[in-house]
């Protein structure tokens, strides 16, 4: 088993839609959890962090943690083109970060 | 603060030959890591410094990748004899100490083996 999960995807929104991407762990130790964008061909690009349950909120983007469901998700308000990218989910244990497979989103104009 | 810095960017190179990679981090951050990513993957997690000290190696790393950070400023990532499988982007991130301090990467460097 990974120590994050992804769905792969690709998922497709319209733009002005809310994009909902998810994440699961399986390492119940882990503390801090976070979104990073990437665009084809580019490095990972840190959007959002996390580290207590519930909601935080950034602009466009919430992050949502369920520490006992062991479950993080990303929304994305009014989408745009611009979203249209990979997304990663990482949680880091101690020293140790691990990245899911990443979230393929396009956003339809 | 210039973010993550990594060079060169791209490197073409024939199998069997040796290859160096560098990456500076960001000046005030103790933690650098090397990650490699390949085509619909995750970064896979290479190596770890905190400091001048190598503190953790992936297993399934080859003998063939070796990894230094002298001083504890900048990194080299070194692969020997290279083959094919290698091709991969190569990403360097560095971080503060502490487990709510995120990883800030590098624009990567593209190694392609032929």
């Known amino acids: 088993q990974k120590e994050v999960e992804q769905n792969s995807g690709p998922l497709s929104v319209p733009e002005g839609a809310i994009a909902s991407l998810n994440c699961t762990y399986s390492?119940?130790?882990?503390?801090?959890f976070f979104w990073y964008r990437q665009y084809s061909g580019k490095s990972p690009e840190l959007i959002m962090s996390?580290?207590?349950?519930g909601d935080k909120e950034d602009g466009r983007f919430t992050a949502q943690l369920n520490k006992a469901s062991q479950y993080v998700s990303l929304l994305i308000r009014d989408s745009q083109p611009s979203d249209s990218a990979t997304y990663l989910c990482?949680?880091?244990?101690?020293?140790?970060?691990?990245f899911g497979t990443g979230t393929s989103l396009t956003v339809i104009p | 603060d210039t973010g993550v810095s990594q060079n060169p960017r791209h490197k073409i190179t024939k199998r069997g030959q040796n290859v160096t990679f560098r990456c500076d981090p960001i000046?005030?951050?103790?933690?650098l890591y090397w990650y490699r990513q390949t085509l619909g993957q995750g970064p896979e997690f290479l190596t770890y410094?905190?400091?001048?000290?190598?503190?953790?190696k992936s297993r399934l790393l080859s003998d063939r990748f070796s990894a230094e950070r002298p001083k504890g400023s900048f990194s080299t990532l070194e692969i020997q004899r290279t083959e094919q499988g290698d091709s991969a982007m190569y990403l360097c991130?560095?971080?503060?100490?502490?487990?709510?301090?995120?990883?800030?990467f590098g624009n990567g460097t593209r190694l392609t083996v032929t």
């Open positions: 996390i580290y207590s349950n």
């Open positions: 390492d119940r130790g882990s503390q801090s």
């Open positions: 991130a560095s971080s503060l100490l502490g487990d709510r301090s995120p990883l800030h």
């Open positions: 000046s005030e951050h103790n933690r």
């Open positions: 410094f905190q400091n001048e000290a190598q503190l953790e």
């Open positions: 990482a949680s880091c244990t101690g020293n140790q970060f691990y």
